[in-house]
C-alpha cells in the first residue's frame, strides 16, 4: 500500500513557476514508478509527465516539454514537478500516480495508487 500526498499548487501569474511535491508513505516508495497528470474542468484526465523507479528514465508531454521538469528523490520518498513558464492552459488539478514497477507509463489505467490532487492555476 501506498499512500500519496500532492502540496505545492497555487495561483501563480502566466511565465511564472512553481514546485508541485508528492510524498510517499511506506518504504516501498523506491519500488515504484511515478508520474504527475493533471484534470482540466470538463477535460479528461492527462499525462504530464513520469519518472522510473530509479530515477535515470523520464518521459514528458508534448505540451510540457522543455518547460516542466520531473524528479524523485528516493531517500525522502518524495517526487518533484518543477515547472517554469507556465502558461494559463496549465490551469488545472494536478495529481501524482505510482505503479509497482521499473517505468512510468502514460496511461493512467496502468497507476494503482493516487493522491488526492492539488490545484494549480495560471492567470493570465
Known amino acids: 500500500q501506498v499512500q500519496l500526498v500532492e502540496s505545492g499548487g497555487g495561483l501563480v501569474q502566466a511565465g511564472g513557476s512553481l514546485r508541485l511535491s508528492c510524498a510517499a508513505s511506506?518504504?516501498?516508495?523506491?519500488?515504484?514508478?511515478m508520474a504527475w497528470f493533471r484534470q482540466a474542468p470538463g477535460k479528461e484526465r492527462e499525462f504530464v509527465a513520469a519518472?522510473?523507479?530509479?530515477?535515470?528514465?523520464?518521459s514528458y508531454a508534448d505540451s510540457v516539454k522543455g518547460r516542466f521538469a520531473i524528479s524523485r528523490d528516493n531517500a525522502k520518498n518524495t517526487m518533484y514537478l518543477q515547472m517554469n513558464s507556465l502558461k494559463p492552459e496549465d490551469t488545472a488539478v494536478y495529481y501524482c500516480?505510482?505503479?509497482?514497477?521499473?517505468?512510468?507509463?502514460?496511461?493512467?489505467?496502468?497507476?494503482?495508487?493516487w493522491g488526492q490532487g492539488t490545484q494549480v492555476t495560471v492567470s493570465s
Open positions: 500516480a505510482a505503479r509497482d514497477a521499473i517505468l512510468g507509463l502514460t496511461n493512467n489505467y496502468e497507476y494503482k495508487y
Open positions: 519518472i522510473s523507479r530509479g530515477g535515470v528514465s523520464t
Open positions: 511506506g518504504r516501498t516508495f523506491s519500488r515504484h514508478a
